[in-house]
């Protein structure tokens, strides 16, 4: 076996193992009361897409945010896609910055995943709550978005520690 086919069975294990660690993750996030602190859970996907996005780059974290936010899309009663589509981007963008700009760290993983979901729950708000003027509206995002938004940030580490673990454990050595 010539190391181009080591190296591509490598990769193949890899992402199988970052799929079926995402889809474990999702069950988690949706089993219920499992996690849940005052009626909050955590995104849990959403961490494990942003840490792939940070060690493998853009392209990588652009589909494994697709896919998570799709994830999360079949499991809520939003508009399907807008997940998807948020959190694609925002695994392009966290690919780009640990390129040209910042640091891969946990520090800097639950920065942007707080930054990620900031920008989703506030967006998501906006169009299911605040533009119609509903009543009493602004319980909803002081109550429910920002503590998921808090608490998916800092279920950011350990998943963080987990894909770093696997990322340098699973990878071609020369």
């Known amino acids: 076996m010539g190391s181009k086919d080591r190296a591509r069975i490598i990769a193949f294990q890899k992402h199988f193992l970052y799929v079926l660690l995402i889809l474990l993750l999702y ?3 949706t089993t219920p009361r499992l996690f849940e602190i005052y009626g909050v859970k955590p995104m849990l996907v959403i ?3 942003i840490a792939i996005a940070m060690h493998e780059g853009e392209l ?3 589909i494994y945010g697709a896919f998570a936010g799709l ?3 079949m499991g809520g009663f939003g508009l399907f896609g807008f997940n998807g589509v948020v959190f694609l981007l925002a695994g392009v963008s966290a690919g780009l910055l640990i390129i040209y700009m910042m640091k891969c760290s946990a520090a800097n993983c639950v920065l942007y995943v707080l930054l990620a979901m900031l920008l989703r729950g506030s967006v998501y708000y906006m169009f299911a709550f605040g533009m119609w003027d509903y009543e009493q509206a602004w319980r909803i995002y ?3 978005i920002l503590p998921t938004v ?3 940030a800092v279920s950011a580490i350990p998943v963080f520690c ?3 673990f696997v990322y340098r454990r699973v990878r071609v050595r020369d």
């Open 162 to 164: 987990v894909f770093q």
């Open 47 to 49: 961490p494990a897409a």
């Open 27 to 29: 069950v988690l996030q």
């Open 60 to 62: 990588t974290g652009g």
């Open 150 to 152: 808090a608490y998916t």
């Open 71 to 73: 994830l999360c899309d």
């Open 142 to 144: 002081a109550f429910q």
